[in-house]
């Protein structure tokens, strides 16, 4: 059996090269406020991939992603291996484009700070008088671009997007912003519709998008996961305050209670931890993991 290397390591997910694909590996690492924690989160890295394809199936319709498969039988044999099997995907390579594009449906975490501020978002003026986390009239796409590992994304305005892709794409920049924005929200209202009705807020999320070999737009990246959104319980929603979460919230509250805490988590937040990428993933495909 061949050993694999990974060609990039993020702070979660490994990339491996298999010659005309990609293989992306969901570790159970996590980070909470930029540091990987000591601690691995059991099944996490398998619910991101498993909840990736779920959106990545649903949204086919709206425009093609790059994945090809979840099965670990259609990869090289390094990879059919148990820490492999579940939380693995191999994709298509795509021409990334250099932007993050997020949609933002409530008004919550650094929207709320600008809008209280400025009573706008990334430069976008919003109706006066919303509470924290209510619901937009409509949902507002606020691009940033892609920052190295350890600097911060920076938020653009739209015009700033058609500039910046502009640079790598000269004579496409006004035509890739125009797409990226469009698939951006249409992908948010159908997804954060359906999920909606199986008792989950989708209050905002970033997407990712390359072009292939075509030129054609392909969504990339993970898609509509705890990591990359922020999903809360439909029940017990309430303006006027910040709203649990689906996702790193247990650690993230543990972490800034106990500072000595030397990066580690002990085991029962861990588990509550899983639990909610769990439950989140049941909810959303009426399915077990």
Partial sequence: MQEMKPIKEGKVREIYDNGDSLIMVATDRISCFDVILNNQV???????????????????????NH???????????????????????MCRKLEMLPIECIVRGYI??????SYK?????????????????DKLPE??????TKAEIGDHDENISYEQSIAHLEKYFPGRGEELAAKLRDNTIALYKKCAEYALSKGIIIADTKFEFGLDKDGN????????TPDSSRFWP???YEPGHGQPSFDKQFARDWLKANP??????????????????LQGYEMLTGKKL
């Fill in 42 to 64: 059991t099944k996490k890295g398998t619910v991101l991939t498993q909840m990736s394809k779920f959106w990545f199936d649903m949204t086919e319709d709206i425009l093609p």
């Fill in 67 to 89: 994945m090809i498969s979840v099965d670990v039988k259609d990869m090289p044999e390094f990879f059919q291996q148990e820490k492999f099997d579940g939380n693995s995907m």
């Fill in 108 to 113: 919550t975490g650094s929207g709320w700070e």
């Fill in 117 to 133: 501020k400025t009573g706008k978002v990334c430069g976008i003026e919003l109706p006066e008088g919303l509470k924290e986390s």
């Fill in 139 to 144: 949902p507002i796409y606020t691009p940033s």
């Fill in 217 to 224: 737009m392909v969504i990339g990246d993970e898609m509509l």
């Fill in 234 to 236: 439909a029940e017990g």
């Fill in 260 to 277: 000595d805490n030397d990066w580690t988590l002990p085991q029962d937040i861990v588990d509550k931890t899983i639990g909610k990428y």
